[in-house]
């Protein structure tokens, strides 16, 4: 009687997982010969199931998946209990280190940004006043473009810085070139005498401002300040437009490493074709009269700056070294590097050092 009872108990019970599993248990009916034999069966699908539950419990217990929440909490640790703890694993995080951290420059102060999004990569020193020494030609450069509509306007050239005095007419755009490349203060002078004739340098004058008792090259520097006020360099002066020491205590022009950033940067977005020629080793100007000027670049180092967008050098004794680059750090990508009172060279390895630093934090967000 316990073995008729026992035998309908486990048909009934067959019958109710094979309507719950959707008949996929027909295929054990052959295998019921015998009580003893159908019970086999229910304990070896019961015992492949719970333990392909145990299986992948572990293996998401291990992975650190958790897919009880807050309140099933004790359902994980009956399950650990049954199953064990997880193996603890170490995890590799990528940490990237600070490629500024522990730099050494030579100069005096520095700054780094980048021109898309705004940020101070690296800077030192950012607002110390100091001499600027030739960098000034980039404002000369600057204001002179914004001054006149026509670039081929005819300037008369005299240089003598080549031990004989050279007249030339040249095109405005050339001799600007010119000028940017080799740090002609010739070319600076001559540009800023001819321009600051023109009206656009007396509008907005009366002769109580006195404005008027100006000589056309201080009517053209005192744009070059007005232009620096505009652009929100408040720590910067210009005495001269090429930037020249007045003497051997005097600068020709005073700034910061964040006022130049913000000159530069401003080129770079508006019209960075004013600074194209600062990108190459030489440059070649040919006169009105077909007169050939050949001009070296006196930043050394343009050959092996990947990127480069533009560029100027300042040395004077009073400044020291100066340099400011703009270079594509990857995918449009413009930053701009000031370095102030360094060395002759050591200008140019600070650069290097900011250069490579900077690609290595673009190269992270990318």
């Known amino acids: 009687m316990a073995k008729n009872n026992l ?52 293996s998401m217990l291990a992975r650190g998946i958790f897919i009880f929440g807050e309140n099933h909490t004790f359902v ?31 100069a005096k102060a520095a700054y780094v940004l980048d021109v898309n999004t705004g940020q101070v990569l690296y800077e030192k020193n950012k607002d ?28 008369k050239f005299v240089d003598g810085a080549r031990g004989k005095t050279l007249e030339e007419n040249w095109h405005l755009d050339d001799l600007l070139d010119y000028m940017l490349v080799t740090s002609s203060n010739d070319a600076a002078r001559m540009i800023a005498s001819t321009l600051g004739t023109r009206p656009y340098f007396k509008k907005n004058t009366s002769p109580e401002s006195g404005a008027l008792q100006l000589s056309s090259e201080e009517l053209f520097i005192e744009k070059m300040n007005s232009r620096a006020k ?6 910067t002066v210009f005495y001269n437009e090429s930037g020249l020491d007045i003497d051997t205590t005097h600068g020709g022009s005073y700034g910061t490493a964040s006022d130049i950033t913000k000159l530069f940067s401003h080129i770079i977005r508006t019209n960075s074709k004013i600074l194209d020629a600062t990108r190459s080793p030489y440059v070649d100007i040919r006169s009105t009269n077909n007169a050939i000027y050949h001009g070296k670049n006196t930043n050394v180092s343009v050959g092996s700056i990947p990127g480069l967008i533009a560029s100027k050098t300042g040395l004077t004794d009073l400044a ?31 650069v290097e050092i900011l250069r490579a630093a900077s690609q290595d934090i673009v190269g992270q967000n990318l």
């Open 320 to 350: 020291g070294g100066n340099l400011c680059i703009a270079f594509d750090s990857g995918l449009g990508t413009p930053v701009v590097i000031v370095v102030l009172g360094s060395t002759e060279n050591g200008r140019f390895d600070d």
């Open 128 to 155: 110390d006043v100091l001499p600027l020494a030739s960098i000034t030609k980039v404002m000369t450069a600057l204001v002179a473009t914004e001054s006149v509509d026509d670039s081929k306007i005819i300037i």
């Open 7 to 58: 035998h309908t108990y486990i048909a009934y019970m067959l019958k109710q997982y094979e309507v719950f599993l959707g008949g996929r248990l027909k295929r054990f009916r052959r295998f019921m010969v015998s009580p003893g034999a159908s019970l086999t069966v229910l304990v070896a699908l019961f015992g492949i199931v719970f333990c392909s539950i145990i299986l992948l419990v572990q």
């Open 76 to 106: 994980a640790q009956a399950f650990e209990s049954i199953v064990g703890s997880p193996e603890k694993r170490s995890v590799s995080i990528a940490i990237h280190k600070d490629p500024f951290a522990n730099i050494t420059l030579q």
């Open 230 to 235: 505009e652009l929100g360099m408040e720590n």
